[in-house]
Each structure stands twice: as structure tokens, then as C-alpha cells.
């Protein structure tokens, strides 16, 4: 396979059959080129090229620049070792240099890509990704496909390994010039379909990543394009492989975000519909892929403000939840999460058995939650939280209150005591005190909350100004107002100004 820009119609011509091809509308030119043999191979870098011109014109050249070529037209004896090229050289200064050629250097830099990829280590994985660009352009050019395939896949990780949109948009886009600035070869149906598989990928990340930023109309843009060139693809009649099914889905899944982040229920719906039955015809009705579209179809559901039916939304957890149980122990995280949200659709609802099925899955969270991480972790203090609230909620204020008290002990542990996450605590803890009557309490708490607001944002944050208008409003109580004079914060306070002159 090569890539060439100039590539004239009577070139074209002289391929006899090879035709150009417009992918789906979109721009895109290939060209198919029929070989006899049905697999691509990597094009040579350019000084191979060149070897391998000069051997074919003069077969007088010495072993040692034949190579290959030469190898198999002598006997089998085993070449002399001072006649064997050197990968590595030492220098005089102690250093080694690597000779190895970048055609032999980029299988081995993807496959470790992909176990680091595997094994979840991302910082590696993007090393040699990105070492993988720099190899690919060496050994296929500027204006190969191949090129904006290794974008891609680097634009990928950055979207899916590091959550970095800016970043992945940038290298997919570098993948999408490389793509429209030249006509591109294929000489088989099968390095056709790697191709469009590429343009699909590409694409994909394209729209994720302008829905993460909020930009709709190019996400919508691009996810259109990725269906297209997907039902392209599909015209070669070849087998799909599990990388481009996971593709379809994920664009289906992406599609419903984004139409759901632009509140279209209805069509969001539909996506989230399709990418179900895709995940159930190909992975089975119990998949773990399911987990994450069952909630996101709740969570879809619960959008809808006062239209919500909150039993569908709860069914839909409470599947995502049996899933879970089927595909993971028992104790781990992911039985904790769905636990979890499963609860907060419970407590959604107006029903006393509702709020005694919240309070089960939330129980069953936080137990799961204390084992694995114990009590200073931020997804135990997240369990603590929403049951302390469903607690305030069917009126148990005193356990409410024993239990924040650990929480604010978990959090000056875990965030620290001038956290934001401490301040919202006391906030709390204020509030619960001031339905209860105790004043006097709650104006303390509500003071301890300010004074790590101010520290943080400033007094004239919103949040500062919102818990100062509340003490305000306590200090209009005479009795609150007298024992605040009587402090050295009030006194302090009704002190005149300082004057430099003496009257």
C-alpha cells in the first residue's frame, strides 16, 4: 500500500480496474488497486526503497547491501560475523546507539502498547503510542493512512485511557487532514476494511470529544460520519471483528449522550434501544456492557423533571444491578456501585417501601465500601452521605447527626480540615440543628462553614455570601445577637475604626 497525493487520472488508468472512490460523500478518496495477493504489507522507508532499486538494476553488488535478496540465491551456509549488520553500536563516550531500522521497531512498540493498554497502564500506554507516530512516519510517510491511523489511536487513548478531550480532538484531527489532503490505495477488500475500520474510530472519537466539550453540532456531525462510513464498510461483506462491533455500539451509545446532554429524550431513547440490542444479539442478555446502559437509560429517564416515571428508572438500575451480580463477586466495587445508585432511584420515590429498599442497597454499598477501602475513602464517605441524607429525609435527625459526625471525622482525615468538602458538612450539620431549634448550635457550625468558604473562594464568593446571609439571619435573634457581642469576635467587631488623628 502507498499513499500518493498526485495520483493523475491516466495513472489510474494504467491500474486497469482500480477505481476512485468517495467513502460515504464525505470527502475521503480511495482507490482500490487489485493485486494477486490479498494482504498488505508495509510499504519500504525511503533508503530500503532505494536499496532495492539499485539490487534489481545491478545484481554485482557485494552481501552486504543485498541483504535479503541475495540471501536466497546463495547456499545456506551461516554468513560470517563480521558480515552481519550490528542493531546496536557503542560509542567512545560510553553510549549506545541503536541502528535497529523503524520497520522492525514499530510491531514491537504496538505490542507493547497493547499490554499496556491491557494491564490498564496508562502513562506507558501513551508513551508508546506516541513512540509508535513518530515510528510511522518514518517507515510510510507524511501522507500515508497509516499515518492518520497511528493518530488515531493515540487520539483514542487520550479520549478513553485519560478522559483529555482537547488533546484526543487534536490528534484525531491531525488523522482527518492526512485523510482529506491525499488519495489513498488499498490493494485488498481486507487493508480496505482496516481503512474504514480507521475512519470509523476516528470519527467516533471526534464526536465523543466535541460532546464532552459541548460543542453539539460538530459531535452530531462527526457521529453521522461514523455511522456512514461504518454501513460503508459493511458493503464488503466481510466478517465484523470485535473491535468494530465495540465501535457500533459505542457510537450508538455516544449518539444518545450527546442527544440526551441537548435534553431529547426521545431520540436519546432510541440510540440507547439500539445500542441494547446490539450488545445483547452479539455478548448475550447478561453482558457487563449492559451495566453502564441500563443506568444511563435510569438516569435518562429521571431527566425528565416532573414527566419522570421513577418506577421505569428504578427497574432499569435494578437490572443494571442484577447484571452486576451475575458478572462480578459479590463484594466487589462494581456490586457497590450499582448498589448504590440503585438506592438513589429508590429514594426517589414517595413510597415507604421505597425509602426502606434505599436504605437496604445503601446499607449493602457501604458495608461492601468499609471492607474494600475501609472508613477514609472517598467512595465510603460518598455511601455515608447519601444515607445520611435519606435519614434527614424520613425525619431521624439524631442518627442523621451521629453519622455525620463520622463523616466530618472521615473527611479531615481523607480531604483535610479546610477542605470544601469539610465545609459542606458542617453546612449540614448546621441545618439539621437549626430544624431542630438549636440556634445557638447551628450558628456555630454554620460559622465553621464560612470561615473554609472564605478561605478558600473569598468572602465574596457566592457560597461565602449564601452561608453569610445565613448567620445574618440568626444574628437578627436578640438573644444570638447579645451572646455575640459578648465574644471577642463581637467585640471586635463593634470596635470603632482606627483614626491616625487625635481629637
Same mark, same amino acid.
Given at each position: 500500500? @502507498?499513499?500518493?497525493?498526485?495520483?493523475?487520472?491516466?495513472?489510474? @488508468?494504467?491500474?486497469?480496474?482500480?477505481?476512485?472512490? %468517495?467513502?460515504?460523500?464525505?470527502?475521503?478518496?480511495?482507490?482500490? +488497486?487489485?493485486?494477486?495477493?490479498?494482504?498488505?504489507?508495509?510499504?519500504?522507508?525511503?533508503?530500503?526503497?532505494?536499496?532495492?532499486?539499485? @539490487?534489481? @538494476?545491478?545484481?554485482?553488488?557485494?552481501?552486504?547491501?543485498?541483504?535479503?535478496?541475495?540471501?536466497?540465491?546463495?547456499?545456506?551456509?551461516?554468513?560470517?560475523?563480521?558480515?552481519?549488520?550490528?542493531?546496536?553500536?557503542?560509542?567512545?563516550? !560510553?553510549?549506545?546507539?541503536?541502528?535497529?531500522?523503524?520497520?522492525?521497531?514499530?510491531?514491537?512498540?504496538?505490542?507493547?502498547?497493547?499490554?499496556?493498554?491491557?494491564?490498564?497502564?496508562?502513562?506507558?500506554? +501513551?508513551?508508546?503510542?506516541?513512540?509508535?507516530?513518530?515510528?510511522?512516519?518514518?517507515?510510510?510517510?507524511?501522507?500515508?493512512?497509516?499515518?492518520?491511523?497511528?493518530?488515531?489511536?493515540?487520539?483514542?487513548?487520550?479520549?478513553?485511557?485519560?478522559?483529555?478531550?482537547?488533546?484526543?480532538?487534536?490528534?484525531?484531527? +491531525?488523522?482527518?487532514?492526512?485523510?482529506?489532503?491525499?488519495?489513498?490505495?488499498?490493494?485488498?477488500?481486507?487493508?480496505?476494511?482496516?481503512?474504514?475500520?480507521?475512519?470509523?474510530?476516528?470519527? =467516533?472519537?471526534?464526536?465523543?470529544?466535541?460532546?464532552?466539550?459541548?460543542?453539539?453540532?460538530?459531535?452530531?456531525?462527526?457521529?453521522?460520519?461514523?455511522?456512514?462510513?461504518?454501513?460503508?464498510?459493511? &458493503?464488503?461483506?466481510?466478517?465484523?471483528?470485535?473491535?468494530?462491533?465495540?465501535?457500533?455500539?459505542?457510537?450508538?451509545?455516544?449518539?444518545?449522550?450527546?442527544?440526551?446532554?441537548?435534553?431529547?429524550?426521545?431520540?436519546?431513547?432510541?440510540?440507547?434501544?439500539?445500542?441494547?440490542?446490539?450488545?445483547?444479539?452479539?455478548? !448475550?442478555?447478561?453482558?457487563?456492557?449492559?451495566?453502564?446502559?441500563?443506568?444511563?437509560?435510569?438516569?435518562?429517564?429521571?431527566?425528565?423533571?416532573?414527566?419522570?416515571?421513577?418506577?421505569?428508572?428504578?427497574?432499569?438500575?435494578?437490572?443494571?444491578?442484577?447484571?452486576?451480580?451475575?458478572? =462480578?463477586?459479590?463484594?466487589?466495587?462494581?456490586?457497590?456501585?450499582?448498589?448504590?445508585?440503585?438506592?438513589?432511584?429508590?429514594?426517589?420515590?414517595?413510597?415507604?417501601?421505597?425509602?426502606?429498599?434505599?436504605?437496604?442497597?445503601?446499607?449493602?454499598?457501604?458495608?461492601?465500601?468499609?471492607?474494600?477501602?475501609?472508613?477514609?475513602?472517598?467512595?465510603?464517605?460518598?455511601?455515608?452521605?447519601?444515607?445520611?441524607?435519606?435519614?434527614?429525609?424520613?425525619?431521624?435527625?439524631? %442518627?442523621?447527626?451521629?453519622?455525620?459526625?463520622?463523616?466530618?471525622?472521615? &473527611?479531615?482525615?481523607?480531604?483535610?480540615?479546610?477542605?470544601?468538602?469539610?465545609?459542606?458538612?458542617?453546612?449540614?450539620?448546621?441545618?439539621?440543628?437549626?430544624?431542630? !431549634?438549636?440556634?445557638?448550635?447551628?450558628?456555630?457550625?454554620? &460559622?465553621?462553614?464560612?470561615? +473554609?468558604?472564605?478561605?478558600?473562594?473569598?468572602?465574596?464568593?457566592?457560597?461565602?455570601?449564601?452561608?453569610?446571609?445565613?448567620?445574618?439571619?440568626?444574628?437578627?435573634?436578640?438573644?444570638?445577637?447579645?451572646?455575640?457581642?459578648?465574644?471577642?469576635?463581637?467585640?471586635?467587631?463593634?470596635?470603632?475604626?482606627?483614626?491616625?488623628?487625635?481629637?
Amino acid at each position: 500500500m @502507498s499513499t500518493e497525493s498526485d495520483y493523475s487520472d491516466s495513472e489510474q @488508468s494504467d491500474h486497469g480496474s482500480g477505481g476512485k472512490a %468517495d467513502v460515504g460523500g464525505l470527502g475521503l478518496a480511495i482507490v482500490d +488497486i487489485p493485486t494477486g495477493n490479498d494482504s498488505s504489507s508495509p510499504p519500504l522507508s525511503p533508503a530500503k526503497s532505494r536499496q532495492r532499486s539499485d @539490487s534489481e @538494476s545491478d545484481h554485482s553488488f557485494s552481501d552486504e547491501y543485498s541483504g535479503s535478496e541475495l540471501s536466497t540465491q546463495r547456499s545456506d551456509r551461516t554468513p560470517s560475523p563480521t558480515r552481519q549488520k550490528k542493531s546496536k553500536v557503542k560509542l567512545k563516550d !560510553g553510549t549506545t546507539l541503536d541502528l535497529t531500522p523503524p520497520e522492525d521497531l514499530l510491531p514491537n512498540a504496538e505490542k507493547r502498547a497493547r499490554r499496556h493498554i491491557k494491564h490498564e497502564e496508562v502513562s506507558d500506554a +501513551i508513551y508508546e503510542l506516541t513512540k509508535c507516530t513518530a515510528l510511522t512516519r518514518l517507515v510510510y510517510g507524511d501522507d500515508n493512512w497509516k499515518l492518520a491511523e497511528s493518530h488515531t489511536n493515540l487520539a483514542y487513548a487520550y479520549l478513553t485511557l485519560k478522559n483529555l478531550p482537547v488533546q484526543a480532538q487534536y490528534h484525531a484531527d +491531525i488523522a482527518k487532514n492526512i485523510m482529506l489532503s491525499g488519495l489513498h490505495t488499498s490493494d485488498s477488500s481486507s487493508s480496505k476494511a482496516e481503512l474504514l475500520l480507521m475512519l470509523v474510530k476516528m470519527y =467516533y472519537v471526534l464526536g465523543r470529544a466535541f460532546t464532552i466539550l459541548k460543542k453539539y453540532p460538530e459531535s452530531e456531525q462527526n457521529l453521522m460520519k461514523a455511522e456512514k462510513v461504518s454501513d460503508e464498510r459493511k &458493503k464488503l461483506g466481510r466478517s465484523e471483528g470485535t473491535e468494530k462491533i465495540d465501535l457500533d455500539i459505542k457510537i450508538a451509545i455516544a449518539m444518545a449522550k450527546l442527544f440526551a446532554n441537548q435534553n431529547k429524550q426521545a431520540a436519546s431513547q432510541g440510540y440507547y434501544e439500539q445500542a441494547m440490542k446490539k450488545v445483547e444479539k452479539n455478548y !448475550g442478555n447478561d453482558s457487563m456492557e449492559l451495566i453502564a446502559i441500563y443506568q444511563d437509560m435510569g438516569k435518562l429517564e429521571q431527566s425528565k423533571g416532573k414527566h419522570a416515571d421513577h418506577d421505569k428508572a428504578t427497574e432499569s438500575y435494578l437490572q443494571a444491578y442484577s447484571i452486576s451480580l451475575s458478572n =462480578y463477586d459479590g463484594q466487589s466495587e462494581e456490586v457497590a456501585e450499582a448498589s448504590h445508585k440503585l438506592a438513589l432511584a429508590y429514594s426517589e420515590g414517595v413510597t415507604v417501601e421505597a425509602e426502606t429498599a434505599a436504605e437496604r442497597y445503601l446499607d449493602e454499598s457501604l458495608g461492601i465500601r468499609q471492607v474494600l477501602y475501609g472508613p477514609h475513602h472517598p467512595k465510603t464517605i460518598s455511601s455515608q452521605e447519601s444515607l445520611c441524607k435519606l435519614m434527614i429525609r424520613t425525619e431521624r435527625q439524631e %442518627d442523621a447527626l451521629s453519622l455525620l459526625k463520622t463523616i466530618i471525622a472521615a &473527611k479531615n482525615a481523607t480531604y483535610g480540615d479546610l477542605s470544601e468538602e469539610v465545609g459542606e458538612s458542617y453546612k449540614l450539620y448546621g441545618s439539621i440543628l437549626l430544624a431542630q !431549634g438549636e440556634m445557638e448550635k447551628a450558628l456555630r457550625y454554620f &460559622k465553621k462553614c464560612h470561615t +473554609i468558604q472564605s478561605n478558600l473562594f473569598g468572602a465574596g464568593h457566592r457560597k461565602s455570601k449564601a452561608t453569610q446571609q445565613t448567620i445574618d439571619m440568626l444574628l437578627q435573634s436578640p438573644i444570638l445577637a447579645a451572646k455575640e457581642g459578648q465574644t471577642k469576635a463581637g467585640q471586635l467587631k463593634r470596635r470603632p475604626r482606627f483614626s491616625a488623628n487625635v481629637k
